[in-house]
């Protein structure tokens, strides 16, 4: 596992111990033995010991030493201490860059442990989605926050289930290990309960039972559930969730929502009654899109939030990874500096999408 550095930055780095020994060398003889520059050598291995291994830094260490003793006996500074201290500091500086780099290289292994653990716990956790799922086009994308994450606060998944193709976004309260133990708990529970439960009502309802059963304290998740079956509609239950987008076929959209939005999932009990499920239209020529906060609440240089509805033209390819990416770099582009929140985008589409769509005359 290498640091996370430019390769510019990285080359020079890998230069400068030659660099430094060379242009104290040449100032030395040209400067004569009484400026003192002779421990300077020992920037050498210093530098070597921010990049390299401990086999290469102990390589500089010794061609410092033997530059030392070179130029030592050429302004003839071991007729008296000054040659042996700057051998000292030459040796000393070497030692120390030697076990930096070993202490380096056995953190950087553990590091790529800890990613390749957390790549399978991702596979395991937010499994690829099916690129089709009954009569639908799936295509899905997520941003997380930091930097090399492997794992966020955001989940997702797509089923098809007996009853229909059922479909969870979600946000969980807080990050870390935290928020991976209350994703895993939610997401177990979805993919079970889309199969059992013959309407989306109960498929809620178990997901409450169970983090209520397997989580403590006060965790919770923002979440919409859809599912769409034969009849040309989509049926949401929305818990504290932003609203689906659905764009039309003559490229309207709309943001459709509940009478009343439910409390996130995991804090039921301080709710008196489950969210309604509620029914949108939603026939083939129409896209579905669902997303995270992470995606509305973006922010430009001028503090204001990503336009998502006025962005629904970039989902016109036919392509529907395509379409999405092209939403995803939007985004990017609208953001100031790195992400602040994860954001997961999940696009839902009739196979044949844009079939029998009129064109736009020029």
């Not at 050498?44 to 102990?58: I, S």
């Not at 991702?122 to 499994?127: C, E, G, I, P, S």
Request: charged share 20%.
């Amino acid at each position: 596992m290498t640091d996370q550095k430019t390769p510019s930055s990285w080359t020079l780095l890998s230069c400068m111990p030659v660099v430094v020994m060379a242009v104290v060398a040449v100032v030395d003889v040209l400067a004569g033995p009484g400026v003192g520059f002779l421990p300077l050598v020992s920037l050498g291995p210093a530098f070597a010991g921010l990049v390299g291994g401990w086999r290469r830094t102990a390589g500089f260490g010794l061609a410092a030493l033997v530059l030392c003793i070179a130029l030592g006996l050429y302004d003839g500074l071991f007729d008296e201490r000054r040659g042996y201290t700057a051998l000292a500091s030459v040796a000393g500086v070497t030692g120390v860059g030697v076990a930096a780099a070993v202490s380096r290289s056995r953190r950087e292994a553990e590091l790529a442990s800890v990613r390749s653990i957390a790549e399978v716990a991702q596979r395991v956790l937010l499994r690829p989605v099916p690129l089709t799922a009954g009569p639908l086009h799936v295509a899905v994308s997520y941003t997380s926050a930091v930097a090399e994450a492997r794992i966020g606060g955001d989940l997702y998944e797509v089923v098809a289930s007996p009853y229909g193709v059922r479909v969870i976004v979600g946000d969980v309260q807080g990050k870390g290990l935290v928020a991976v133990e209350t994703a895993a708990v939610v997401l177990g529970a979805f993919r079970e309960a889309a199969y059992d439960e013959p309407d989306l009502s109960g498929v809620g309802e178990r997901l409450e039972r169970s983090m209520a059963r397997e989580l403590e304290g006060e965790k919770f998740v923002t979440a919409i559930l859809a599912e769409i079956g034969t009849a040309r509609e989509a049926v949401f239950l929305n818990y504290g969730h932003p609203a689906p987008m659905v764009v039309r076929g003559d490229g309207t959209v709309e943001f459709p929502e509940p009478l009343a939005f439910g409390l996130p999932l995991g804090l039921g009990a301080h709710a008196s009654e489950s969210p309604a499920p509620y029914r949108v239209d939603f026939a083939p020529g129409e896209q579905l899109l669902l997303y995270t906060d992470g995606v509305t609440e973006a922010r430009d240089e001028e503090g204001r939030f990503y336009p998502v509805g006025e962005r629904a033209q970039l989902l016109d390819d036919p392509d529907a990874h395509r379409a999405l990416k092209a939403l995803r770099e939007d985004l990017a582009q609208h953001s100031v500096g790195p992400p602040h929140d994860d954001a997961a985008m999940l696009l839902l589409r009739y196979h044949g999408h844009g079939e029998g769509k009129s064109v736009p005359a020029a």
